[in-house]
């Protein structure tokens, strides 16, 4: 499985952006999508995820009802809409797959290169 992320960027606080992650490859086998990030010196940290049907989203408290995980109806892509951004968002944003339903990084088995999310005060 190959993963593509791309949407990072600039943005002054309580902005939006939305990330973009496409999967190619041998998709069957990644039941769960999710996004990662890291802060410059923080460990990486689980943001969300979304099951491969769509049918079930998790949130890190930190974020939730601010962005919202979603994928395309071909199921190749996946989305992380980011409203009201906070300066503490700011990290690069990794996305992942796996087999598994988890949150912990270290079961994912697949990564896209991560994208820069920048956010200013």
């Known amino acids: 499985v190959q993963l593509q992320a791309s949407g990072g960027g600039l943005v002054q606080a309580g902005g939006s952006l939305r990330l973009s992650c496409e999967a190619s490859?041998?998709?069957?086998?990644?039941?769960?999508m999710a996004w990662f990030r890291q802060a410059p010196g923080k460990r990486r940290e689980f943001v969300a995820r979304?099951?491969?049907?769509?049918?079930?989203?998790l949130y890190a408290d930190s974020v939730k009802g601010r962005f919202t995980v979603s994928r395309d109806n071909a199921k190749t892509t996946v989305y992380l809409q980011m409203n009201s951004l906070k300066p503490e968002d700011t990290a690069v944003y990794s996305c992942?797959?796996?087999?598994?339903?988890?949150?912990?990084?270290?079961?994912?088995?697949?990564w896209g290169q991560g994208t820069l999310v920048t956010v200013s005060s």
């Open positions: 992942a797959a796996s087999p598994a339903r988890s949150i912990i990084d270290s079961t994912y088995d697949y």
């Open positions: 490859g041998r998709t069957f086998s990644t039941n769960y």
């Open positions: 979304i099951s491969w049907g769509g049918a079930s989203t």
